[in-house]
Each structure stands twice: as C-alpha cells, then as structure tokens.
C-alpha cells in the first residue's frame, strides 16, 4: 500500500467518521431533529421559491435556483457510479450507511448553509458567501478562510470533475465504444461554453436541467420497481442484514459496509463538506433558516431518492457483486438486464446530464473563492482554463487515481468545515429559535432582523429590514 493511500483509509477510518456523525447528531439534538420536523416546511419554501420571480430587471438568484445549483453538484456520477462501487466494495449494506448518513447528516446541511446565509456579503450581480466566509467574519480567522477556499478549488473545480468527466467517458466507451480522447474533447468545449458565462447563466442552466434529468431517472426506476415489486422484501432484507455483518458472504463486512456507505454517501450529498453552502449563500432570502430547511431537503433528495434508485436498480438485476462489473458499467450492465440494451443506452445518456450538471456546479464553488481569494479577474481566467482541462484529463486518467484524488481533497475539505460549524452551530439553533417563534405568531414569511442577535449585529451585512422589503 502506498503512502497515499495509507493517508486515505486513516483520514477516512479514524477522523472523519467521527467527526461527520459527531456533529451530525448533535445538530439533530440541539435542533430537535430540524430536518424530520419541518420536511412540509421545506417543501413548501422550494414550491414558493421555484413559482415567485424578482421584478423585472433584476439580477438575483432565487432560493431555488441556489437549490438547482448546489443539487446540480450533488446529484452526478456518484448516484449512479459511486454507488456502484459502494455496493461492490462495501456489499448492499453500503446502502443502509448511505441513508443514515444522509438522516442525520441533513442536520449538517441545514447549520452550514443557515451560516452561509447569515453571513454572505453583496457581490457584483448576487451576494456570495460560503465557508470561507463564516470563517473569517463569524470564526474571525482569516487564516482558516483562506485554507479552506483554497481545498475547495483544487476538490471541486480539479478533483471532483475529473471523477465526473471520467465516469462519463467510460458510460460512452461502454454504450456506443467511444474512445475516451474525443468524449474529453467535447466535454471540455461544452463546459468552457458555460463557465464562461458567469453564475447567471449556471443557475439558468441548473434550474431547467437538475429537475428533469431527476424526474425521469426517478420514473425509469419505478418501471424497474414494479417490474420486480416481488423481489423489494428480500432486497430490503439483504441491505439491513449486510450493513450489520449478518452477510458476510456479500461484500467486506460491517466496516467496509460503513466506510463505504459513509464516504460515497457523502461524496454524493455533501452534507458537511462545506460546498452547498457557497450556492445557499447566494439566494435572495428574508430569512436564513430558509434556506438552511431548502438544503436540507437537497440531501434527502440526493440520497434517499436518486441514490436508492441507482442502488434498487442494480439489487434487483441479479448481476454479480463481485467485481466482474464496477463503476457505471456495474449499473449499466443491472439495467440493461432489467430492460434490455436500450438500458445501457439511457444510463450513458442519464451519466452524461447528471454528471455534466455537476461540472458545471463543482466549477462555481470553486469560482465562488477565487473571488474570495483575490479580485484579480486575471486568476479567474487562469482557473477557468485549468477547471476546463482538468476535465479533460480525468476523460484519460484511470479510475483508480480519480478516485483517490477525491477522496483526499474531499476529506481535508470536510475536516476543515466541519471545525467551523461546530463553533458556529449556535448562532444557527438562535436563528431557527427566532424562525420558529414567528411561524407561532401567525407569520407566513418570518424576516430575520439584526436586533434578534445584537452580539454579532456588527458581522451582519445581508438580511437587514431594508433587504427585506425588497423580497
């Protein structure tokens, strides 16, 4: 085993999943478990969101469209390849780890994205806010904000999308035998056309996309479900028992059960690691814990939907678990069993939406603190050309050391966010205190003001009563 990897399985082994189920069950607690209370609540602030506009003329971006954004992030190659690999590595049980972690991680997404919201700044055309941000303004320690933007530009504007353009290149190398060389070629012409239009245009992309490609993924795997409604109890059955070490016999026990449900489930919903927040920040919002509550509900809709339905696909299909197939092909080769070669076909079609929304979204978190970092619009050029090769070179990288890439600036990243909210988790449970004592009183749309929180009043830009009345 190389150093590398060494590092790999202690950071992932021994750290992080301590610290990611650590906070996470302590913000359920102190939030009296936010995320399962108020799910109508959720509901309804993305329904207001996604049919309300700003006057015309404006530029913002809506709780929505920040929602489209983050979740065009979350939802892309790990849903349909990582948890692929999962279940390989990890057995079905794999599964049950991705649930817990998306349960109680939610509490997770709520605090950091509340921060990101009570904290942003105005930008040029939208506020801008996110980890970095909280960190120097609310922690007061610019050192961390600037560590921290910079593992978010080298994991998702670098690491991440080489993941994602890799995974899909292997889809058309598998579906139509398209080499690897000219699939990076037209990926990486097709995400300069994007990230070159600035964040406007990637939240209009985000919002029209995500919703769709979702939506017929979820209604592909219900064919699947009914055309096999008999085998649901015993597949159900297997994944318990798996993720407890009942099934030795399928995957590599309890603990590669967790490890994998753990680290793929959050490479998939990000809750956590710090990179939804950097979107949520952006909304134009009179309240922060509304769009805490709106990425809360991107994690359930990640894992607990899109996730499952990749995991359902393949538990079903009868293909072996034993390595023959790993990665997308693993889930090309379960529906294809399910429905025929056309299967195969609409996994490489599904891959190439899911995981090009999550370039293009992977690439604002990190333009998002190169501005934090610097004004010069010179860096922003220079990132841009580097985020669009990189995409290239995961289309001819292996696998292997996409993966690991990931894994590690993923880990450091998370490590890092999760030291600030855990300071900072406070001033979100005051901020739900105060949402939840409007809602009592009879008001619809509660407006957070800054004298509810006169000890850090100074800190607060965003969000005051003249910001208000303007929503």
């Known amino acids: 085993m190389s150093f590398i990897d060494a590092f790999n399985d202690f950071l992932w082994s021994y750290l992080l ?187 209009r992309f985000s919002s029209i996309v995500v919703p769709l490609m979702a939506l017929g993924y979820l209604l592909v795997t219900v064919v699947v479900l009914l055309l096999n409604i008999s085998q649901i109890p015993a597949m159900v059955k297997l994944i318990v028992e798996s993720a407890f070490g009942w099934e030795p016999a399928v995957g590599g026990g309890i603990g590669a059960a967790l490890m994998q449900g753990i680290k793929r489930g959050l490479f998939s919903n990000e809750a956590g690691m710090g990179s939804a927040p950097n979107a949520a920040a952006t909304a134009h919002t009179s309240h922060p814990v509304k769009q805490g509550l709106i990425q809360s509900l991107g994690v359930f809709t990640d894992t607990l939907v899109i996730c499952s339905c990749t995991a359902f696909i393949i538990l079903t299909s009868g293909v072996p678990l034993d390595g023959t197939y790993n990665g997308i092909q693993l889930t090309q080769a379960a529906l294809q069993q399910q429905i025929g070669p056309f299967g195969s076909l609409l996994i490489a079609f599904a891959i190439a939406f899911f995981a090009f929304s999550s370039i293009i979204g992977n690439y604002y978190y990190g333009e998002t603190n190169i501005n934090y970092l610097t004004s010069r619009r010179s860096a922003l050029f220079i990132y841009r050309l580097v985020a669009s090769f990189m995409v290239l070179f995961g289309a001819l990288t292996t696998l292997e050391t996409a993966w690991t890439l990931a894994d590690i600036c993923m880990g450091l990243m998370t490590l890092c966010n999760l030291v600030a909210i855990a300071q900072l988790g406070r001033y979100a449970f005051r901020l739900l205190n105060d949402y939840q004592s409007q809602k009592r009183q009879g008001i619809r749309e509660p407006c957070f003001r800054k004298e509810t929180m006169p000890d850090i009043a100074a800190e607060i830009e965003c969000l005051d009563d003249e910001d208000a009345s303007n929503r």
């Not at 939802?75 to 998306?102: D, E, Y």
Request: hydrophobic content about 50%; aromatic content about 14%; charged content about 10%.
């Open 17 to 203: 999943i301590v610290a990611l189920l650590g906070c996470a069950a302590w913000f359920t607690w102190k939030t009296r478990f936010v995320q399962f209370r108020l799910m109508g609540e959720m509901v309804r602030l993305l329904g207001d969101s996604a049919s309300s506009g700003g006057k015309p003329g404006q530029k913002r971006i809506s709780s929505f469209q920040a929602f489209a954004v983050s979740l065009a992030s979350r939802v892309g190659t790990g849903n349909l390849a990582g948890v692929a690999t999962a279940i390989v590595v990890g057995g079905p049980g794999a599964v049950f780890w991705m649930w817990i972690i998306a349960l109680i991680g939610s509490a997770n997404a709520f605090v950091e994205s509340t921060l990101a919201q009570l904290y942003k700044l105005r930008g040029k055309d939208s506020f801008v806010g996110g980890p970095a941000y909280y960190m120097r303004i609310g922690l007061k320690r610019p050192w961390m904000g600037s560590l921290f933007a910079g593992l978010i530009i080298v994991t998702f504007g670098l690491a991440f999308n080489t993941v994602q353009s890799n995974t899909l290149c292997a889809a058309f190398e598998s579906a139509f035998g398209f080499d690897h060389r000219w699939t990076g070629f037209v990926l990486l012409l097709s995400t300069m056309l994007i990230i070159f239009g600035g964040v406007q245009r990637i939240a």
